[in-house]
């Protein structure tokens, strides 16, 4: 399909937009890690990591929408997960830590001891938008292979995330189950609901944060919302300066070509509200700008996630939509991470 709209750079705001998106492009991974081992303190084991959302919170030292989120006193060691084309994305920005495979497969290759485990299992037999076929399904069931490094691990905190369904009515039973097995292990374990934009998200993102502390731990204490509904980060504020940019794969401003569709896509962002949920299989049909004739492209996406500008995904369209949707945002990451490590002081 030919491209709808074309829009150029006409003013110096949108020049020094896309200059300072080439400019924090082109940090080195090096720098970043050296920084943050300066300050590290406390191991992370990360499963199910994705393209890294959730690492880059625990890890901090990033801005995003001109905040700085401070760097933490956190160093993930080992990570791992099944896509390859998110493990490149993750090389790229967090390190080569992280290990490409099915996680049964690699269970004897973990480290033997890790302060804080953390991971969003795999939830599409959870989700609202899934076949509901709950932890006993394929996808969803991987929990298991959670409670299994935590079992071999023994760290002083875990961190679970998944989606809202976890908490429906007919999944109480898959809840209890899996709060059962990870009290098993002698964890004293809680669980709420978030809502990402009350962190500073521009999202209307709400996910389940499961957390597990061992006998002689802090309990750890939920983190406060930072924002009233009333001041949350809108759509406008998260992504306006990035309209009048040229579609440019560099720094991942491509966006789908989708039309409307009869089932699923036609949802337009509200400028003044945040950014609905990102989706991971949208399948393209990911929600249309809020004013220009085309669908938010994929650093746009990003920005509503609340992955800061030097975060580059090293895939294709698809692929960095499916990144994008599976991610836990890092800003919401930053904050309970930084009451992580609360408990562990």
């Not at 490409?100 to 989700?127: K, N, R, T, Y």
């Amino acid at each position: 399909m030919a491209i709808e709209h074309h829009i150029t750079l006409e003013t110096r705001a949108d020049t020094l937009a896309y200059a300072s998106i080439k400019a924090a492009s082109s940090l080195t991974i090096s720098k970043a890690k050296a920084s943050a081992k300066k300050a590290t303190a406390f191991s992370v084991i990360s499963l199910f990591s994705g393209c890294g959302g959730m690492d880059l919170g625990f890890r901090g030292g990033f801005e995003f929408l001109g905040k700085r989120y401070a760097k933490l006193p956190f160093n993930v060691i080992w990570a791992n997960e099944i896509n390859e084309a998110a493990c490149q994305t993750y090389r790229r920005n967090l390190g080569s830590h992280i290990h490409h495979g099915d996680i049964w497969q690699m269970m004897d290759s973990l480290p033997p001891e890790a302060d804080v485990v953390i991971g969003g299992f795999p939830c599409q037999d959870i989700s609202v938008n899934g076949k509901g076929a709950g932890i006993n399904g394929q996808r969803s069931g991987l929990y298991r292979a959670m409670v299994e490094v935590v079992r071999r691990v023994r760290p002083k905190v875990f961190v679970a995330e998944n989606v809202k369904g976890l908490l429906m009515r007919h999944h109480a039973d898959a809840l209890k189950t899996v709060l059962d097995d990870f009290s098993a292990l002698g964890y004293s374990v809680t669980h709420q609901l978030y809502l990402a934009a009350d962190y500073g998200v521009p999202q209307t993102r709400e996910r389940v944060l499961i957390v597990g502390t061992l006998p002689g731990v802090k309990p750890f204490e939920p983190p406060k919302p930072i924002i009233s509904p009333s001041r949350y980060i809108t759509a406008k504020q998260a992504i306006d300066d990035l309209a009048a940019l040229d579609e440019d794969e560099e720094i991942n401003h491509v966006w789908s070509r989708a039309g409307k569709s009869p089932e699923q896509g036609n949802r337009r962002l509200i400028a003044d509200r945040p950014g609905y949920t990102i989706r991971a299989e949208c399948h393209g049909n990911i929600q249309w700008h809020y004013e220009l004739p085309r669908r938010i492209s994929m650093r746009e996406a990003a920005r509503i996630q609340s992955f800061p500008d030097e975060f580059i995904f090293a895939s294709k369209l698809r692929e960095t939509e499916r990144q994008i949707g599976n991610a836990v945002p890092p800003v919401l990451a930053w904050h309970i991470a930084k009451a992580v490590a609360q408990c562990l002081k």
